[in-house]
């Protein structure tokens, strides 16, 4: 299939650590692993995305006043409620841009009322 990206996106012999099977999607870049995240809620730290192999995975950048996360917030938590037990992972991570989105405390009540 040459050396081309959609040649190597079709090429399921190429997957990861060089197994493949008929139902292996391929692996064309490695996943990125998480640094200086802190304050994890609802769960406890990922230490590797080595340990999210094998599921799909969806990083929600959001942050709490922002409009368009709120209107995305009811689809996102729709679909962990529905394929959570199907292997999909949702990671939110709050990215804040101004300064008051930067208050740990006024993060933790506001987020309580997005739940």
Known sequence: MGNNFFGNLFNFKKTVRGKSSPSSLPVLYP??????LENWINTRPIASMRQLLGKVVLIDFWTYSCINYLNAMLYVKTWHKKYTGHGLVVLGIHAPEFGFEKNIRMFYK????IR
């Not at 996943?31 to 200086?36: H, W």
């Not at 506001?110 to 009322?113: A, F, G, I, L």
């Open 31 to 36: 996943e990125p692993e998480f640094r200086g």
């Open 110 to 113: 506001q987020s309580k009322n």
